[in-house]
């Protein structure tokens, strides 16, 4: 009897509990279908934790998973935001990068393959200057970003060219921050019509490689807002990126990862952005050597409490720190609130929450035509003595030099390179286009070519693979009685001149920057003998940042900078060459005559030299042209330039109103006066009037590029100027102010080419905006000045 009743009451309690648990399950808040804050509530500290520390490595920057590891959903992605199934929350994945996806092209047991398009790098989509070009760039990555199953793709890079050697300078944008801020707002915009998100990075002040996750970079107030943060100010108010990558360097002390003036005060209180910040992948730690070591963290708490709600790739003792912080109350809750907060928002509209059925098939032959055009808009003529180019004799053959002719660059190496399905050699676009090339030139480079880059595979596998820093192929010895002859039959000579970096480490001045002997020896060699035969000589430069080319320029005939031009490279450039496309880039960076001539050079990479702590960057707001142009230093090529195949012609430049009353119009004609089609880049820069402060010569605040404009035909461009384009930062004031005096509005087309200007008069000081006081300096800079 008294088992039975014990049995009826177990029978209860069972019940009950069945009943509790299930009614429990169904309350559990679901995303999407309960509001964000009931699902913050519900989360656990290990919840919380394992949604703002991301999921860790497999996948990671292309590595195959683990042996024994599951498969991740997109191979080769970077990364993710954690799943919590019981609350409704699905895994998200991100990717790089700036040139196009880059994911892995083939899985274990599978046939498919997954390749992505290589579009131009960075620098050689800016040197368009083209923002419509941009956008359809962007529509084109962001479709293959969707297709592939990615919710974000890790891009743009818009840090500053403070200085030429910095070998991720391909993937970023400019020496100005107007040129990199409008590109990237472009590209966000793009990318963004797909409903996949961007990541726009690395915020800020990654000016070089060398001791990236450490280096202390010492930077005054004002060269942060007009220079360091301008461009990322531009970027993110105009198209509002999805998520923000922070840097892996310190700002005046402070990791960028958990700095509060910059991911708190300015970005969100002065800015107003409402997405989430993620580090770049280990960002915090003091070093990739210390990543593993038993007990070493980032500051998890100073992290979250800063403002950085993402922690990348996320690592478990990060995961472990983060919940002892919550429990102890290290970190402040309502941070990490904020933080999952902002995190589930983009969740919520993220394509893995709406369970997008992504194809896999991203249309790969209509983005292949996409990048081709974009690449020839990117191009650079740096140099068309007597109109050589454009070329189209087909009848008889050209000689074509340089190893890297054979095995053409579509783009840097690290995080920023794309698995593309092929790479259209020079060789092969202009065979392409119906040229001729000298086959027993190309008989002996052939060989050597396949020699080199298997060695320099060789190498790279055994220094770090994926991340190996790339080296310059060796250039072929040419025998000079042979040249000699080959310009005797050959119609015309072309030598292009290679140059590959990448994330990592920094680049080099003697045998980079500077040409090797053995490019100096081509050069001569083939411009020699062609010239004594009256033939031309064509130099392609097939790289990612800046060279120099003052010393030989003249003794070619003609040079197209055609960048890292993406896979269809080598068909883009003979586009140009044949006059297909005209060429309309211009410089987005200056070409100095000597690598010693930036002011950045002074104090490049840091202090001590052996292994730079701190860089201290005394040129203060003259970076690039603001630098050559106010202390009338000579350049091989100016900021703004680039040649044509016809000519243009600026008048009837008009300004709204005399007197600045916080806002004008600017407006101005541009007519082709040459005899083909042809685009142009015009120009806006102001000078300002000597105030309280150093001002440049002139600074660059408006551009626009032309319709295609047929021969004899005109398009009147507007621009608008506010305050804030015309102010300088005044730091004692902690505000953009517009100082009294007259002011030149000058159109031009090159920072050195200036076309026409008028005087605007402002009466009295305009404060345009007043900010927060940010950044202090540990030390005094000392900062170049005038
Ligand atoms: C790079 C980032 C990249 C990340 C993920 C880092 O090494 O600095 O630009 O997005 O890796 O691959």
Same mark, same amino acid.
């Given at each position: 009897?008294?088992?039975?009743?014990?049995?009826?009451?177990?029978?209860?309690?069972?019940?009950?509990?069945?009943?509790?648990?299930?009614?429990?399950?169904?309350?559990?808040?679901?995303?999407?279908?309960?509001?964000?804050?009931?699902?913050?509530?519900?989360?656990?500290?290990?919840?919380?934790?394992?949604?703002?520390?991301?999921?860790?490595?497999?996948?990671?920057?292309?590595?195959?998973?683990?042996?024994?590891?599951?498969?991740?959903?997109?191979?080769?992605?970077?990364?993710?935001?954690?799943?919590?199934?019981?609350?409704?929350?699905?895994?998200?994945?991100?990717?790089?990068?700036?040139?196009?996806?880059?994911?892995?092209?083939?899985?274990?047991?599978?046939?498919?393959?997954?390749?992505?398009?290589?579009?131009?790098?960075?620098?050689?989509?800016?040197?368009?200057?083209?923002?419509?070009?941009?956008?359809?760039?962007?529509?084109?990555?962001?479709?293959?970003?969707?297709?592939?199953?990615?919710?974000?793709?890790?891009?743009?890079?818009?840090?500053?060219?403070?200085?030429?050697?910095?070998?991720?300078?391909?993937?970023?944008?400019?020496?100005?921050?107007?040129?990199?801020?409008?590109?990237?707002?472009?590209?966000?915009?793009?990318?963004?019509?797909?409903?996949?998100?961007?990541?726009?990075?690395?915020?800020?002040?990654?000016?070089?490689?060398?001791?990236?996750?450490?280096?202390?970079?010492?930077?005054?107030?004002?060269?942060?807002?007009?220079?360091?943060?301008?461009?990322?100010?531009?970027?993110?108010? $105009?198209?509002?990126?999805?998520?923000?990558?922070?840097?892996?360097?310190?700002?005046?002390?402070?990791?960028?990862?958990?700095?509060?003036?910059?991911?708190?005060?300015?970005?969100?209180?002065?800015?107003?952005?409402?997405?989430? @910040?993620?580090?770049?992948?280990?960002?915090?730690?003091?070093?990739?050597?210390?990543?593993?070591?038993?007990?070493?963290?980032?500051?998890?708490? /100073?992290?979250?409490?800063?403002?950085?709600?993402?922690?990348?790739?996320?690592?478990?003792?990060?995961?472990?720190?983060?919940?002892?912080?919550?429990?102890?109350?290290?970190?402040?809750?309502?941070?990490?609130?904020?933080?999952?907060?902002?995190?589930?928002?983009?969740?919520?509209?993220?394509?893995?929450?709406?369970?997008?059925?992504?194809?896999?098939?991203?249309?790969?032959?209509?983005?292949?035509?996409?990048?081709?055009?974009?690449?020839?808009?990117?191009?650079?003529?740096?140099?068309?003595?007597?109109?050589?180019?454009?070329?189209?004799?087909?009848?008889?053959?050209?000689?074509?030099?340089?190893?890297?002719?054979?095995?053409?660059?579509?783009?840097?190496?690290?995080?920023?390179?794309?698995?593309?399905?092929?790479?259209?050699?020079?060789?092969?676009?202009? &065979?392409?286009?119906?040229?001729?090339?000298?086959?027993?030139?190309?008989?002996?480079?052939?060989?050597?070519?396949?020699?080199? @880059?298997?060695?320099?595979?060789?190498?790279?596998?055994?220094?770090?693979?994926?991340?190996?820093?790339?080296?310059?192929?060796?250039?072929?010895?040419?025998?000079? /009685?042979?040249?000699?002859?080959?310009?005797?039959?050959?119609?015309?000579?072309?030598?292009?001149?290679?140059?590959?970096?990448?994330?990592?480490?920094?680049?080099?001045?003697?045998?980079?920057?500077?040409?090797?002997?053995?490019?100096?020896?081509?050069?001569?060699?083939?411009?020699?003998?062609?010239?004594?035969?009256?033939?031309?000589?064509?130099?392609?430069?097939?790289?990612?940042? @800046?060279?120099?080319?003052?010393?030989?320029?003249?003794?070619?005939?003609?040079?197209?900078?055609?960048? *890292?031009?993406? *896979?269809?490279?080598?068909?883009?450039?003979?586009?140009?060459?044949?006059?297909?496309?005209?060429?309309?880039?211009?410089?987005?960076?200056?070409?100095?005559?000597?690598?010693?001539?930036?002011?950045?050079?002074?104090?490049?990479?840091?202090?001590?030299?052996?292994?730079?702590?701190?860089?201290?960057?005394?040129?203060?707001?003259?970076?690039?042209?603001?630098?050559?142009?106010?202390?009338?230093?000579?350049?091989?090529?100016?900021?703004?330039?680039?040649?044509?195949?016809?000519?243009?012609?600026?008048?009837?430049?008009?300004?709204?109103?005399?007197?600045?009353?916080?806002?004008?119009?600017?407006?101005?004609?541009?007519?082709?006066?040459?005899?083909?089609?042809?685009?142009?880049?015009?120009?806006?820069?102001?000078?300002?009037?000597?105030?309280?402060?150093?001002?440049?010569?002139?600074?660059?605040?408006?551009?626009?590029?032309? *319709?295609?404009?047929?021969?004899?035909?005109?398009?009147?461009?507007?621009?608008?100027?506010?305050?804030?384009?015309?102010?300088?930062?005044?730091?004692?004031?902690?505000?953009?102010?517009?100082?009294?005096?007259?002011?030149?509005?000058?159109? /031009?087309?090159?920072?050195?080419?200036?076309?026409?200007?008028?005087?605007?008069?402002?009466?009295?000081?305009?404060?345009? $905006?007043?900010?927060?006081? &940010?950044?202090?300096?540990?030390?005094?800079?000392?900062?170049?000045?005038?």
């Amino acid at each position: 009897m008294k088992k039975r009743t014990l049995s009826v009451k177990t029978l209860a309690v069972i019940i009950l509990f069945t009943v509790q648990h299930t009614r429990a399950q169904k309350k559990t808040p679901q995303l999407g279908k309960a509001s964000v804050e009931e699902v913050i509530t519900a989360m656990t500290p290990e919840e919380k934790a394992s949604l703002l520390i991301g999921p860790g490595m497999p996948g990671y920057a292309g590595l195959t998973p683990l042996e024994g590891e599951p498969d991740v959903r997109v191979l080769g992605a970077a990364g993710g935001t954690m799943a919590i199934p019981r609350l409704g929350i699905p895994e998200t994945v991100l990717a790089d990068g700036p040139a196009g996806l880059r994911i892995q092209p083939k899985r274990k047991n599978d046939s498919n393959t997954y390749y992505a398009t290589a579009f131009p790098v960075g620098t050689a989509l800016a040197s368009s200057w083209n923002t419509e070009l941009i956008k359809e760039v962007g529509k084109s990555m962001g479709e293959e970003v969707k297709e592939y199953g990615v919710d974000v793709l890790l891009a743009p890079a818009v840090n500053i060219h403070r200085n030429p050697l910095n070998g991720r300078n391909f993937e970023y944008y400019s020496e100005d921050p107007l040129v990199a801020g409008k590109i990237a707002s472009a590209y966000i915009q793009g990318i963004q019509q797909n409903d996949v998100g961007t990541s726009i990075k690395h915020f800020a002040a990654n000016n070089q490689e060398t001791n990236r996750l450490s280096v202390n970079a010492h930077i005054s107030e004002r060269a942060m807002r007009e220079i360091y943060l301008r461009g990322f100010e531009i970027a993110i108010k $105009e198209s509002k990126p999805w998520t923000i990558m922070s840097a892996y360097n310190k700002i005046n002390g402070q990791y960028a990862s958990s700095n509060n003036d910059l991911l708190t005060t300015i970005l969100r209180k002065e800015w107003g952005y409402k997405g989430f @910040v993620m580090t770049d992948w280990f960002g915090g730690y003091p070093g990739f050597e210390s990543i593993l070591k038993e007990g070493v963290t980032s500051d998890v708490a /100073a992290q979250i409490n800063s403002g950085n709600d993402l922690l990348m790739p996320g690592m478990e003792a990060q995961k472990k720190a983060l919940i002892d912080a919550i429990n102890s109350g290290k970190v402040d809750i309502n941070a990490v609130n904020t933080s999952l907060r902002r995190i589930l928002n983009y969740v919520l509209i993220s394509p893995s929450f709406k369970n997008y059925k992504y194809s896999n098939k991203p249309d790969l032959k209509a983005h292949a035509a996409v990048t081709r055009n974009a690449a020839t808009e990117g191009m650079v003529l740096l140099k068309n003595k007597n109109s050589i180019l454009p070329y189209k004799n087909t009848e008889n053959t050209i000689a074509v030099f340089g190893d890297t002719s054979y095995n053409f660059i579509a783009g840097g190496t690290g995080s920023g390179d794309v698995n593309k399905a092929y790479t259209v050699s020079l060789i092969e676009g202009l &065979t392409n286009a119906g040229f001729k090339i000298d086959q027993d030139i190309e008989a002996a480079y052939v060989p050597f070519v396949n020699d080199v @880059v298997a060695k320099e595979m060789k190498r790279r596998e055994e220094h770090g693979g994926l991340l190996a820093v790339p080296q310059r192929l060796p250039e072929m010895p040419l025998d000079p /009685a042979m040249i000699a002859q080959k310009a005797k039959t050959d119609a015309v000579a072309i030598i292009t001149i290679g140059r590959n970096s990448g994330e990592n480490e920094d680049r080099h001045i003697d045998n980079d920057f500077y040409l090797g002997q053995d490019e100096i020896k081509m050069i001569n060699t083939v411009s020699e003998a062609f010239h004594a035969e009256g033939k031309k000589v064509i130099v392609i430069l097939n790289i990612g940042g @800046v060279i120099e080319t003052f010393s030989w320029k003249d003794k070619v005939d003609a040079i197209l900078l055609a960048w *890292q031009p993406g *896979q269809e490279g080598g068909n883009s450039v003979a586009d140009v060459i044949t006059g297909k496309a005209n060429p309309s880039g211009k410089l987005t960076m200056t070409f100095p005559v000597d690598y010693h001539n930036h002011a950045s050079a002074a104090n490049w990479l840091g202090v001590p030299a052996e292994n730079p702590k701190d860089v201290y960057y005394k040129e203060g707001i003259y970076v690039g042209y603001r630098y050559f142009n106010t202390f009338d230093i000579n350049t091989s090529y100016e900021f703004g330039y680039g040649d044509s195949y016809t000519s243009f012609e600026y008048s009837d430049l008009k300004l709204s109103a005399t007197d600045f009353n916080g806002e004008i119009e600017v407006s101005l004609k541009v007519t082709n006066t040459g005899k083909v089609a042809g685009k142009e880049i015009a120009q806006i820069y102001v000078s300002a009037p000597k105030g309280s402060i150093d001002k440049p010569t002139e600074e660059l605040k408006a551009f626009k590029k032309t *319709q295609k404009l047929e021969p004899g035909k005109s398009e009147t461009l507007k621009f608008n100027l506010k305050a804030k384009d015309l102010a300088s930062f005044i730091d004692t004031q902690s505000a953009w102010v517009v100082e009294k005096g007259t002011y030149k509005i000058i159109a /031009a087309a090159s920072s050195k080419d200036i076309k026409l200007s008028k005087d605007l008069k402002v009466s009295n000081d305009i404060v345009a $905006e007043k900010v927060n006081n &940010t950044f202090n300096l540990e030390n005094n800079l000392d900062e170049l000045k005038k």
